[in-house]
């Protein structure tokens, strides 16, 4: 069976996306299309390269996330510069090695810009410079005077796994000389479900989507004190009312959930064989769970 995928952000959490893949894959599920923001990004973007989810989580099961985390070389070796780093570059961490990580994958398969993908990849970013959902490839030109053969896919996905404050922003110069300053694309949409909407085919085909949430995932009570408490609990409320929006006026059935304990956090890079093989499993599960009540639904409008 041919569908759009479409995955979610979650961070170090997307290890469970890899053994949903497995069940698709057992089950002939083919995507012909993907989407993603945030970690997601990273998986459309792998998926559309052509990797396979056996290939996908050899590499994840043998790469040391901690080194994803690359301070400045100045403040590994002293620990207070980092705040300072923090201050000036608005990211603990540069970025540098899991975007080559990245790049290399990609170029294994003979993928660098949009250009080298064969089918159709969305990424996910937040141009926080003019306060707008960025679609990449789509937006380049038209709103960055960047053409899509000239921009690597590698720093798309870089751009969508931008956490706030903790992997350091990306800028691209566009028209007039212009700064746009992007960030992780799931502060936006962390779960861009509605993107094939927009994009409607002579023969609509079902859209799969793969959240790691529960299916019942309200904001939880988020105490404010401070000014310190209130921007994360802003962008909580935007991102939970933008993306409940849109799945809730969708094909809810064509959604597999994986609810993840909240003991393991999308910033845990330091996960051990024991976490990521729990992660492979739940994915598993609830893909297995899922595909047993699955009637796919196809989205005409």
């Known amino acids: 069976m041919k569908v759009d995928g479409v995955f979610s952000g979650g961070g170090i959490k997307a290890f469970a996306f890899l053994g949903a893949l497995a069940e698709c894959d057992r089950l002939g599920i083919k995507f012909e299309r993907v989407a993603g923001a945030s970690a997601g990004a990273l998986i459309a973007a792998l998926i559309a390269a052509g990797y396979r989810h056996q290939e996908i989580k050899k590499i994840i099961d ?47 398969k003979g993928i660098r810009t949009f250009s080298d993908v064969d089918q159709s990849l969305y990424i996910i970013g937040a141009d926080i410079t003019n306060g707008r ?32 404050y903790f992997f350091r922003p990306i800028k691209i110069i566009g028209p007039g000389s212009k700064q746009n300053m992007f960030i992780d694309g799931g502060t936006l949409s962390n779960f861009p479900y509605w993107i094939f909407k927009q994009k409607k085919l002579a023969q609509p085909r079902p859209t799969l989507g793969i959240k790691l949430s529960a299916e019942e995932s309200p904001v939880p009570d988020q105490p404010i004190n401070n000014a310190f408490d209130m921007l994360p609990a802003i962008v909580s409320t ?50 297995n769970t899922f595909f047993q009540t699955w009637s796919p639904k196809i989205n005409f409008s």
């Open 62 to 108: 043998t790469v040391n996330t901690e080194k994803f985390l690359d301070p400045h070389p100045v403040a590994k070796k002293v620990p207070i510069i980092k705040w300072l780093w923090l201050y000036f570059s608005l990211g603990l961490y540069q970025g540098k090695y899991i975007e080559k990580w990245i790049d290399d994958l990609l170029r294994a």
């Open 133 to 164: 959902i960025a679609v990449f490839p789509d937006d380049l030109e038209p709103v960055y005077g960047i053409k899509p053969e000239t921009f690597p896919v590698s720093k798309a996905v870089r751009i969508s796994i931008s956490i706030p």
């Open 238 to 287: 935007m991102i939970q009312a933008h993306d409940s929006r849109h799945i809730s006026n969708s094909e809810a059935k064509n959604i597999m959930f994986i609810p993840i304990d909240e003991d393991i956090k999308a910033t845990d890079f330091d996960l051990k064989q024991k976490d990521k093989d729990y992660l492979y499993h739940l994915g598993e599960e609830s893909a």
